[in-house]
């Protein structure tokens, strides 16, 4: 159900996004409503819930006093068009029509100004025929009747929104992430427009994360849960980028090169957005023509850059080279004479471990452990430095995983430790699966702890993928 | 009632607060109690319980750090029973009460205990002197498992902890009997107290009460003002209603308002006090209270509607929805940790092994050059190729441009001309030659060697060769004039002569097409340049291009007759391009080529022929005389005789002396044949 919450505010930016780009019309944005309305209406009917609402506070969605993580980086959108309405949030219920839900995407995208206050923008709804999409009241502190916000709601709402380990630790890159996802979602659409991508805006979100990288290792993304492949190829590219500022920073490398580590990995896979929908995002594995478009993508993106301008040889390099392996193999297929650079083969690293553990729809994440077997035991696949780089920086375990001790207590990863399968960790739960409260969370080094261990990586469904499956995935990352 | 109250405790009994009455006029407020600090015993006691709940829970029963804190725990329990048969804990608004004095709820040593107890509606726990380490153990994880699973409550319930060990108890609030001053019934003057267990929420007139217990307080007094009135008929009326809402039904007996306050007080009960049970008591509390109108059933159906009116309607969320436990499916792994270490280390030790990479760019930027070269394999876009020329003028325009980056540029070009690409030839010349002639020009001339050098046969060469000269002509430098001599020598080794292919070539190209005539080109004896020149002589350059080569040809000296020839033509003059190429082919060979014995014979013959009067006199005269005698045949005889021959006037020779003993002894050489001998002529 959560997760279905989830995927329904996403399903929402996401339209708002579409409809930007395009008209009412237009099969993405009627693509996106069917499945809004097609989530919504089961759930809804089935009684467990009268009335899919959620609040959205301070660049954030907030769900009965829960911070979503997940919808609040790949939301930014419609955060912004709840900002504009003077609103705290949004009810839907039934009935609710596609018809309903596309022009809610057009007020969204339309909506460019703060409108007056409340009153009017409920008048605009029911002016635009969604008077029976509610618009929530915005959070205000207690007993300040009508403030409309302030520092006083913020503190209230801050206090009052549930915040597990991840999510309070996340919350101040809320907005680094938010940018970065927002970048690639209105690059790929760009290109969908053949129109022009905004390199500057990907160079400068890519100097922001390595700034936030700088206060260390956590990788949030693998928190993502992807209603759609849309989505998943967006927040791909930022996982990527962010595990390349992470691996680039354990090598030592400037801060100019973290740099263009993260830009490179924001835009290495422009390329799919020139790849037809029903091969980049057909669920089950594709035929040998399929896989031959497929495997364009790495030079049409290259090109693309190219045509816009991109002179980075490192992004450039990145683009191109990351799907060729260490043994040459690999796509596009290159004359003798040329030869890969180190940048490539860092985001292929980064590449291939996102594809590997991300949850996308049809494939659950695979833990992590199981991914390291996989990539080590390809021999010839991966430069050593950089595969020996990505087990530095994250351990066997990346920071923000969820774990689950020898004791049964479930803890979460704050840093590597000194051995890759002994990370640093905080214990959020007791043997029992009784939550501590956040001042009394322990903080324990494994790899100073001989009884203690990692037994399991935490994760709803953590899915097991078989070999061909595997290759699979990491030939369509 | 009973009948034995007087009227006026009746009409006292009838008391309380008016419906609707401000009920602000009952005492809020109980005098301030005091809260004696816990004594240190017992202060002790609700830290070891607090490890108990936190360090005792991280380790199973029997590890030592269990042991360690369930130690400490029994220890504590043991100094707070002072020889009594239990030590209790109560559960106050304020936090933990214990032995008479009181921990805060916010106290750290308090609080968790108190979150644990509080929601679960438990006014005490008794800790009895016959505990063991695993009783506590046991009694703190029923306690939390129930909190655990109030969680997942979606409905009211009685709350009721079962699986307790018999050694520690719970009492939950509603049956707790409150023994504080300040509590209890006789301090209030409701008449209705003595129908009300004693053992109950406290009298909110009396101490102060959070939110939740206000309403109570004021749901209650409608309930009080309810029972002023009611009769049978409302029953029978109730009871036939079936779905009609409870107001309709009631009318002026129970006011609109009242109806609506109860539901609203319902609604906000439930939506605010999490404590089913409370609730429960609660509305049995008011039934209670109305039953003394002796209307039990009327009350029992009142409430029953009211109720199912409210969920009916109801628009809260569930408070507490149950979370999702992760659904953890089990993981198979191929490798043990111990085998995935080994190759994880494996990965380190080659990785450690490689050369350190210092230099990140530099790499990328040679990748990157050879993805540009290789994008235009594919005829790209006009917005494409300005992408890629761009790109390429940055990288090659850097100053960390190094052998490396060449060499891809030179594999690439390679390529192109290996098999015959000659469009994307153009394009990838276009794009890489001129920011190396702009930023390093002295590595272009070695970068068109070594692309020369790959090459391997006359058609790839032939390929290439318009590329080169044209970059001949927009301006090459050297540094090693080795490598100069080197490619001029190999351009020269293209047989050209009607090649006008080659010369369209040469013509599409920018030095042609945009008159680009470096100067450089003359810089080298020209006979080394043979080709080229040739060519040039008859492309659309060669006014700019004769002049210049002429001048050369003047300067060099490298052949006598080629010397005495230049002499003669004094300017340059297209019409004797074929002397020029005469003069380019002899070079400085000192056999005289065929070409130029043909040649020199028909200029020199034609020239001396010409040549005015005020010329005659000039040094090379002589000279050409002697070689037209050496070169030419029966129809140079002619021109032999009239020098020797030719007076002005008659009188006077018109040549001077030297030219006539020349000329004859020219004749006298001079072959007799129509047909030059083919001998091998020397100077």
């Not at chain 2, 009188?651 to 001998?677: H, I, K, M, Q, Y």
């Amino acid at each position: 159900m959560e997760q279905q919450f989830s995927d329904l505010i996403i399903l929402l930016a996401s339209g708002i996004n579409q409809r930007r780009m395009y008209f009412d019309n237009h099969p993405k944005v009627r693509s996106i409503s069917a499945e809004f309305v097609g989530t919504l209406k089961p759930m809804l009917e089935s009684g467990v819930q009268n009335e899919f609402t959620f609040g959205v506070h301070g660049s954030k969605f907030i769900r009965e006093g829960k911070f979503l993580v997940g919808p609040s980086i790949a939301g930014r959108s419609l955060i912004e068009f709840a900002d504009r309405l003077g609103c705290g949030g949004f009810v839907f219920r039934l009935p609710l029509t596609r018809n309903d839900v596309i022009n809610f995407f057009s007020l969204g995208a339309a909506t460019k100004e703060e409108l007056e206050d409340l009153t009017a923008a409920r008048k605009l709804f029911a002016e635009s025929g969604l008077g029976h999409i509610e618009l929530a009241s915005p959070f205000t502190a207690e007993g300040d009747e009508g403030s409309g916000g302030g520092d006083g709601a913020d503190s209230a709402v801050q206090e009052g929104v549930e915040m597990d380990f991840m999510a309070a630790d996340f919350a101040p890159l809320l907005q680094v992430y938010q940018a970065l996802y927002e970048t690639v979602a209105t690059n790929n659409l760009a290109l969908n427009g053949d129109n022009r991508i905004d390199l500057d805006e990907a160079r400068a979100r890519g100097a922001e994360l390595v700034a936030v990288s700088d206060q260390g290792a956590l990788d949030v993304m693998q928190f993502m849960r992807y209603p759609d492949f849309d989505s998943y190829t967006i927040g791909h590219s930022v996982r990527v980028a962010a595990l390349g500022a992470l691996l680039a920073r354990e090598l030592g490398w400037s801060h100019e090169l973290q740099n263009e580590i993260a830009t490179a990995g924001l835009l290495h896979d422009l390329g799919k957005g020139k790849v037809p929908d029903e091969i980049l995002f057909k669920p089950g594995r594709l035929n040998d023509d399929e896989r031959s478009v497929m495997e364009t993508h790495p030079v049409l993106g290259a090109r693309v850059l190219l045509a816009n301008g991109e002179t980075s040889p490192i992004v450039l390099s990145a683009a191109w080279g990351h799907h060729l392996r260490e043994d040459g193999r690999g796509y596009p297929v290159m004359p003798e004479w040329f030869t890969r650079s180190s940048a490539a083969a860092l985001i292929h690293v980064c590449d291939v471990f996102e594809a590997l553990t991300a949850a996308r729809p049809y494939k659950r994440p695979m833990d992590p452990r199981r991914a390291y077997e996989i990539m080590v035991a390809d021999k010839g696949a991966f430069h050593p430095a950089m595969l020996a780089a990505l087990v530095r920086a994250l351990g066997l375990y990346p920071p923000g995983s969820e774990v689950l001790l020898s004791d049964q207590r479930r803890a979460v990863v704050v840093a590597k430790g000194e051995l890759p399968e002994r990370p640093q960790v905080r214990v959020t739960h007791d043997a029992e699966g009784f939550p501590l409260s956040r001042s009394e969370q322990p903080a324990i080094n494994l790899s100073g702890s001989s009884d203690l261990e990692v037994i399991e990586f935490v994760s709803v469904g953590v899915e097991q993928l078989g070999e061909a499956e595997t290759e699979g995935v990491i030939q369509n990352a | 009632m009973s009948e034995s109250l007087s009227k006026t405790d009746q009409e006292e009994a009838h008391a309380g607060p008016e419906l609707g009455s401000d009920l602000t006029d009952a005492p809020q407020e109980s005098p301030a109690v005091d809260s004696p600090p816990l004594a240190a015993e017992h202060e002790q006691l609700l830290i070891a319980l607090d490890r108990m709940l936190t360090t005792g829970s991280y380790y199973p029963p029997g590890h030592a750090q269990y042991v360690a804190v369930a130690d400490q725990c029994a220890d504590a329990v043991a100094g707070a029973l002072h020889g009594l048969a239990c030590v209790e804990i109560e559960v106050t608004t304020e936090g933990l009460a214990v032995g008479g004095g009181v921990a805060e709820k916010s106290n750290r040593c308090a609080q968790r205990l108190y979150e644990l107890l509080e929601p679960l509606n438990q006014a005490l726990l008794e800790i009895h002197a016959d505990v063991t380490t695993e009783d506590l153990h046991e009694a703190l994880s029923v306690l939390k498992h129930n909190h655990k699973q109030l969680a997942g409550t979606r409905d009211y319930q009685e709350i009721e902890i079962e699986g307790m060990p018999q050694t520690v108890s719970v009492t939950g609030r509603s049956l707790y009997v409150r023994t504080k001053t300040g509590n209890g019934p006789e301090q209030t003057s409701s008449p209705l107290n003595e129908y009300f267990d004693p053992n109950t929420i406290p009298d909110a007139a009396l101490v102060p009460t959070p939110e939740g217990q206000m309403m109570e307080r004021e749901f209650l007094a409608v309930i009080q003002g309810l029972m002023k009135a009611g009769n049978a008929a409302h029953l029978d009326a109730l009871r036939d209603a079936g779905d009609t809402p409870v107001a309709e039904i009631l009318g002026t007996w129970v006011p609109d308002f009242a109806i609506k306050s109860i539901k609203d007080m319902l609604n906000a009960l439930e939506e605010t006090n999490s404590d089913a049970s409370m609730l429960h008591h609660l509305v049995g509390h008011a039934q209670t209270a109305l039953q003394l109108t002796g209307d039990p059933l009327l009350v029992e159906l009142i409430f029953e509607k009211l109720r199912k009116e409210n969920k009916a309607s109801k628009k809260s969320q569930p408070l507490l929805e149950k979370r999702p436990k992760p659904v953890r499916k089990a993981t198979t792994f191929t490798l043990s940790r111990a085998e995935l270490r080994s190759l994880i280390d494996d990965v380190y030790t080659e990785a450690d092994t490689l050369e350190p990479l210092e230099d990140i760019v530099a790499p990328a930027r040679a990748d990157a050059i050879g993805i540009c070269l290789q994008v235009l394999n594919v005829a790209p876009s006009d917005e494409l190729s300005a992408g890629i020329t761009t790109s390429l003028e940055v990288m090659l325009s850097s100053e960390h441009l190094n052998e490396v980056d060449l060499q891809v540029a030179v594999d690439a070009l390679i390529d192109v001309f290996k098999y015959d690409k000659l469009e994307t030839a153009e394009a990838m010349v276009s794009m890489v030659c001129p920011p190396l002639r702009h930023a390093h020009r002295a590595k272009l001339g070695p970068l068109w060697l070594n692309v020369w050098n790959g090459l391997a046969s006359a058609q790839q060469y032939e390929r290439a060769w318009p590329f080169v000269v044209n970059e001949l002509l927009m301006g090459m430098w050297w540094e090693d004039p080795r490598e100069k001599i080197a490619l001029y020598n190999a351009l020269s080794s293209v047989h050209v002569a009607d090649r006008t292919d080659l010369l369209i070539r040469l013509e599409n190209l920018p030095a042609l097409k945009e008159k680009i005539l470096a100067k450089e080109l003359f810089h080298v004896p020209a006979p080394l340049l043979y080709g080229v020149h040739q060519l040039l002589m008859m492309s659309s350059l060669t006014d700019l291009h004769g002049p210049l080569m002429h001048q050369r040809l003047e300067y060099q000296k490298a052949h006598p007759l080629a010397t005495i020839l230049m002499n003669g033509f004094a300017e340059y003059n297209h019409a004797h391009r074929q002397a020029y190429q005469a003069i380019l082919i002899q070079g400085v060979s000192e056999k005289i080529a065929p070409e130029m014995q043909d040649v020199a014979t028909r200029h020199l013959k034609g020239t001396l022929n010409r040549l005015p009067a005020e010329r005659r006199e000039e040094p090379w005269v002589t000279e050409a005389i002697r070689w037209l005698g050496k070169l030419g045949t029966a129809k140079t005889r002619p021109v032999l005789k009239k020098i020797v021959s030719d007076k002005k006037f008659l009188l006077f020779p018109e040549w001077p002396a030297a030219c006539r003993n020349a000329a004859s002894d020219a004749l006298a050489g001079v072959n007799t044949s129509d047909e030059r001998d083919r001998h091998d002529f020397h100077r």
